[in-house]
């Protein structure tokens, strides 16, 4: 069945780059999405990729996609204290079900 | 901005006691979710309808777990009789696209 796999934890200084990465299995996934869950609140889209591209910019968000090792990665420049949060890997589009995979706890620190 | 809103925001209650749990979905959207989320397990999917035809509910415990959609503004997912290991946070999202999916704040249930 289709799995979504990321590491548990990821612990970075206030400045510096964050990487999150993620693999998948399915690769009749249309589209992969990245979401933030920030304590006590429920997950918030932050950002998605067809899977007909490589790469995708949105301010201090890079997201990546290799899909012949359907590997994902989330890369945040200049990471804050707000940043601090769950990331969450999905893979879907169209009718098909999303899968998530299990979180990344970030940790910013000063 | 348009919202998913899920009601109650905490309920705990006593183990065999029924519990219900409402989700408005987003105006317009046809594909509703619901989740649960817990340390052990993470995201788990526990019923999909779209356009208010429930397609999987795999996920869910038939025993003691029912999800339903009497009109497009309303979902339900009912426990009965609860048990404590139901505790966890129950998450609805809809969705209209393949542009992602919207999430309520979630229900967090505790039963004791």
């Known amino acids: 069945g289709e799995d979504v796999e990321q590491s548990l934890f990821l612990s970075v200084r206030e400045g510096d780059s964050s990487v999150i990465n993620c693999t998948y299995t399915?690769?009749?996934?249309?589209?992969l999405y990245w979401y933030k869950q920030e304590p006590g609140a429920g997950l918030q889209l932050l950002t998605y990729?067809?899977?007909?591209?490589d790469m995708k910019q949105d301010q201090r968000l890079t997201v990546l996609l290799n899909k012949k090792d359907k590997h994902l990665s989330l890369r945040i420049a200049d990471t804050q204290t707000g940043d601090s949060a769950i990331y969450f890997c999905?893979?879907?589009?169209?009718?098909?079900?999303?899968?998530f995979g299990r979180g990344t706890s970030l940790i910013v620190h000063p | 901005d348009a919202r998913v809103t899920q009601t109650p925001r905490d309920k705990v209650t006593e183990m065999g006691q029924e519990v219900t749990m409402r989700c408005q979905p987003i105006?317009?959207?046809?594909?509703v979710f619901w989740y649960r989320q817990t340390m052990m397990q993470g995201l788990e999917l526990l019923a999909y309808?779209?356009?208010?035809?429930?397609?999987?509910d795999s996920g869910m415990p038939k025993d003691r777990f029912s999800a339903e959609m009497p009109d497009a503004t309303l979902a339900t997912l009912k426990i009965q009789p609860s048990e404590p290991r139901d505790s966890a946070v129950y998450f609805c999202?809809?969705?209209?696209?393949?542009?992602?999916?919207?999430f309520g704040s979630g229900t967090r249930l505790t039963v004791v």
């Open positions: 399915d690769s009749s996934s249309t589209y």
């Open positions: 990729i067809f899977s007909n591209m």
């Open positions: 999202a809809s969705g209209g696209d393949s542009y992602g999916y919207t």
């Open positions: 309808f779209r356009n208010r035809a429930p397609l999987d």
């Open positions: 999905a893979e879907g589009g169209g009718s098909y079900i999303p899968t």
């Open positions: 105006l317009g959207h046809n594909t």
